[in-house]
């Protein structure tokens, strides 16, 4: 058996602890709350999480993750770029798959039987890491653009009724100056 007929036969707990994994970076309450509610009307968050996850998961069974890898990525990263998270924190959760993996192997005694192939596995997960990083940062540069056209446009409504009233004024004291 091979490192990817492994992970495969054991996705299961692979998933279920990573899930546990990327939640727990959350706030104690509300990784509560990811855990434990299974509506995903109710808990939009924790279905992107688990959805998320698993169609990366399957991505990386299959080596190198391609663009295909993108939406799922997507769905977990840009929910975390417009929380608190910073760009470490938003992509930890690909890293956390690394030990998680490990952890499985380590406790069926397989871990020096891969060594070998978690070199390519890790490299995988990496360049997966690397790719959500590019979306929390495209994320990122969207929220603070529309941050900023906010403001120009709050700015620009308060010049236009400063201009008003200060046309307004002039005006009356022009209509008082002719009385």
Known sequence: MNLTEYLQRNQKPILQAWFQSVVETYPEETAKFLKKEKDPFANPVGSSIL???????????????????????????????????????????????KDVVRSRMEKDGLLDRYTADLVAFDRTVDRAALMAFNIFMECREKLYQLRIDEIKNRTGRLLERANAIWESRRAEDGSREES
């Open 51 to 97: 959805e998320g996850i698993q169609g990366i998961f399957t991505q990386i069974l299959g080596g190198l993750p391609s663009d295909d890898v993108l939406p799922f990525l997507d769905r977990i990263v840009r929910v975390r770029a417009i929380q608190d998270f910073t760009p470490a924190q938003a992509v930890s959760f690909m890293f956390s798959l």
